[in-house]
């Protein structure tokens, strides 16, 4: 039963292109939840999906961020036209319910340069 | 304006003795609270969580309790083993979306170091 896996791992990108992150819940988890860690902070709620569907992105900035739970597949959050100070650990989390305790995947480190 | 607070960035303990882990909060309308624990290079891992109509959870070595009056959570561990070793994050939630969590408030993390 493999747990949340995010991928890649690393990402490096020049300013101004875009990022994209994956995220593949647990099996059997609808709910996904991404989370932002800059450098000596905790984490920082950014967007909660069910499938199809933004239930709560408040956390989101409001351009160049977006993010989406399609029927079939990962989760995917995009990153447009990236600068530097969207260096940071990208975690994904997934949950069968929104109750409890969530799996983090192992993040994806997004470096700009 | 940072709700959730974890005012000690570092603590070292003995192997073997006890591990406290403070966590401070200023919203009163949180009444779910979670603890991780994060390796370097790693997610957070669901350590143990405690609801606002309880003042004490505990499972095997970790205890978390909570003073609502106060807006006040520790951890304790005990004993506490090197492995234990890693970034301890405090998170706190509302009840949203039909009783699910939705988003987590984290603090920013208490580094713990066990000492053999």
């Known amino acids: 039963n493999a747990g949340v896996m995010q991928n890649p791992r690393h990402l490096v990108r020049r300013r101004g292109q875009e990022a994209r992150l994956r995220c593949s819940p647990m099996k059997g988890h609808s709910h996904v939840y991404w989370y932002r860690q800059l450098p000596e902070e905790g984490l920082k709620f950014m967007v909660y999906l069910q499938k199809e569907n933004i239930i709560d992105e408040s956390g989101m900035p409001k351009e160049r961020f977006s993010a989406e739970f399609p029927k079939e597949g990962p989760s995917i959050l995009r990153i447009q036209q990236v600068v530097r100070g969207d260096s940071a650990a990208y975690f994904c989390a997934s949950s069968p319910s929104g109750i409890g305790g969530y799996t983090f995947g192992s993040g994806t480190r997004l470096t700009v340069v | 304006d940072q709700q959730v607070k974890q005012n000690s960035p570092s603590l070292s303990v003995q192997e073997g003795r006890i591990s406290i882990l403070n966590c401070d909060y200023t919203?009163?309308?949180?009444?779910?609270f979670l603890w991780y624990k994060k390796y370097p290079a790693e997610g957070p891992t669901f350590l143990i969580s405690i609801s606002s109509i309880k003042d004490k959870n505990e499972d095997g070595r970790f205890t978390v309790f909570l003073n609502k009056s106060a807006k006040h959570l520790s951890l304790h561990i005990v004993p506490s083993q090197p492995g234990d070793s890693a970034v301890y994050f405090c998170a706190a939630s509302k009840q949203n979306y039909g009783g699910s969590q939705g988003n987590l408030i984290f603090g920013k993390g208490t580094k713990l170091s066990v000492k053999p």
């Open positions: 919203n009163s309308m949180f009444d779910y």
